[in-house]
Structures are given as structure tokens and as C-alpha cells.
């Protein structure tokens, strides 16, 4: 393998987990903050592909964006609706909406499967015009992507320092708390949906804009993907602020997705990268237990030696 071959496998990675880090993002709201495990990710993430390629497809590709973002403002609304005024357990919530989302992105798509966006501006396509002749014409979706990451986080760094951020906060750590400090847990929990899925339709947008096509499963596995991500980043940066913390996100992105590059690139089976997914999670999740674990095994170890030693 060359150099410009591990070059171009690199800036494949980065732009993928670009895209993917708002989803990323998202999650580090709604899970890491919120304390709420969104299951509506999948649905969500094509919502916001299909939603953004129609209204491209409609000659509109600069409110592409905000139409897909509002697509997820809607699904997040409904994910907390169903959570917070109808009972419904958060896990259930969103396995309901992302089931019904599969039907609702056929249907906005015109009952396609494909919506192919290979003659229709887009986003990419302006940005890639307008660049046209410089040195930085081939780096143009990476561009769009740092864009869109650092104006994620900058948002996120802001927000969450603000009242309500800091009450969405609370609510994730003690939301008996909350309600006794007279803060209504159901309105942080709804914004703070509402706001996470927003993030997660736009990074489904950019990258069906970027791979000029939408399907209705484009979002299938999408929540392991960002979790897995997620994980890796507080593996890192667990305990550090919040600016580090979600800048850690990104690069958690950006290792998953450079394993994924690296093993397409050795040739495995598509079909097995779900498998990878899957044992991504279970490392980034193990391995901390167990780097917490270790002072109590050696203490174990060192009192069953010591144990032995008084038999003797």
C-alpha cells in the first residue's frame, strides 16, 4: 500500500466520521447528558437523509439543511411525547418511532426506496463550484464536514452552559432533583430530544448529499455505529469538560471509522461489519469496566496471597 493510498484511506475515514460525529453528538445530549438511551437514531438519521434529498431534488439545496434539521426537531418532539406524556418507556419510545419512521421516509421519498441525487445540486456541489480552481476544490466535503462539526460543538458548548442546558444537565443526573427545584423535567426532556435529533437528521442529510443517493435503510445500524464512537471518545475523555469531552466524541468517531476503512480495505465481507460493530461496542465497553475493576482484582489477589502465606 502507498503513501497516497494510506493518504486517501485517511481522508475517507475523516470525512465519514465527520458526517457521522454529529449523529456522535447527538448522542453525547441525549445519552451522556440526558441519560436517555434514543433508540429512534436509525429512523431519525434516514428521516433527515430522505427529508434533505427531496427538498434537493426540489431545486432547493441551501434549506436541504434546515428541512432535514426540522425533520428531526418532529421526530424528537414525538420520541418525548411518547415518553413523557404517554408513558411509554424511552426504550420502547424509541424503538416505536423508529419503526414507524421507515414507513414515513418511503413515503416522503414518493414510495421509493432510492432517490439517486447524481444531476441535482446540492450542498457539496456548490462548495466544490465554488472552490473551483483552488487548493482546496478536493477537500471540499471535508470542509462542509468541519463546518458542520465545529458549529455542532461550538452550539452544544454554549447551550449546555446556558439555564435550560444546565437544567437538561440535572435532569440527566437527578431528575427527582429537578422537580423539586420546580424545573419541569418533561419540557428539558423534550428540547433536549428535540435539539439531539435535530443534530442526527442533519448528519444523515449531509452524508446522502455527499454520496449523491438516499435509501430508506441508509440509517440501519447507525445507533451502534454512534455509540460505539461515543464510547471510544469517553474512553479518552471521560472525566474532562464538556468542550474536551465532545471534540473526544469526534475522535472516537474517526478511530471506529478508520477501522471500518481499514478492514473494507483488507477486503472483509460487507456483511461482517456489523459483527465489527458489535465487538467494537463490547471492547470500548469492557475495557473501562475492567481498568476500573483492577485496583479491587489486585487487592483480591493480594489478600488471597496473604491468606496463603498465614496457612503456611
Same mark, same amino acid.
Given at each position: ?52 434529498? #427531496? ?82 476544490? /478536493? ?45 419541569? /423535567? ?35 445500524? #447507525? ?45 472483509? /465481507? ?17 475495557? /473501562?469496566? #475492567? ?22
Amino acid at each position: 500500500m502507498s503513501f497516497a493510498d494510506i493518504l486517501g484511506l485517511g481522508q475517507t475515514a475523516l470525512e465519514l466520521a465527520l458526517f457521522n460525529s454529529l449523529t456522535v453528538l447527538a448522542l453525547f445530549l441525549s445519552y451522556s447528558m440526558l441519560n436517555v438511551c434514543d433508540l429512534s437514531t436509525d429512523g431519525c438519521y434516514a428521516f433527515g437523509a430522505a427529508v434533505g434529498a #427531496m427538498v434537493a431534488l426540489a431545486g432547493h439545496p441551501l434549506l436541504s439543511i434546515p428541512a432535514a434539521m426540522l425533520a428531526g426537531v418532529a421526530s424528537g418532539f414525538f420520541t418525548a411525547l411518547l415518553q413523557t406524556r404517554m408513558g411509554i418507556n424511552s426504550l420502547l419510545a424509541g424503538i416505536i418511532v423508529n419503526t414507524g419512521l421507515y414507513s414515513i421516509n418511503i413515503a416522503v421519498m414518493g414510495g421509493a426506496a432510492l432517490q439517486n441525487m447524481f444531476k441535482t445540486p446540492t450542498v457539496f456541489t456548490m462548495v466544490k463550484d465554488a472552490l473551483k480552481g483552488t487548493a482546496l476544490a /478536493p477537500y471540499s466535503a471535508l470542509l462542509i464536514g468541519l463546518a458542520a462539526v465545529a458549529a455542532v460543538i461550538v452550539f452544544l458548548c454554549m447551550f449546555l452552559r446556558t439555564r435550560l442546558g444546565m437544567a437538561i444537565r440535572a435532569t440527566g443526573n437527578n431528575p427527582d432533583m429537578v422537580r423539586s427545584s420546580s424545573i419541569n /423535567p418533561v419540557f428539558t426532556t423534550t428540547v433536549g430530544l428535540m435539539i439531539s435529533n435535530a443534530f442526527t437528521a442533519l448528519s444523515g442529510c449531509l452524508l446522502a448529499q455527499s454520496q449523491k443517493s438516499v435509501t430508506a435503510d441508509i440509517g440501519s445500524g #447507525m445507533v451502534t455505529v454512534a455509540l460505539a464512537s461515543l464510547l471510544i471518545g469517553n474512553a479518552f475523555f471521560a472525566r474532562r469538560s464538556i468542550p474536551v469531552r465532545a471534540v473526544g466524541t469526534v475522535l472516537g468517531t474517526f478511530i471506529f471509522r478508520l477501522v471500518y476503512t481499514i478492514a473494507l480495505r483488507f477486503h472483509l /465481507p460487507a456483511f461482517m461489519l456489523k459483527l465489527v460493530s458489535s465487538v467494537i461496542v463490547i471492547l470500548a465497553i469492557f475495557v /473501562p469496566y #475492567m481498568q476500573g475493576q483492577m485496583p479491587t482484582i489486585r487487592r483480591r489477589m493480594g489478600w488471597s496471597k496473604g491468606a496463603v502465606r498465614e496457612v503456611k
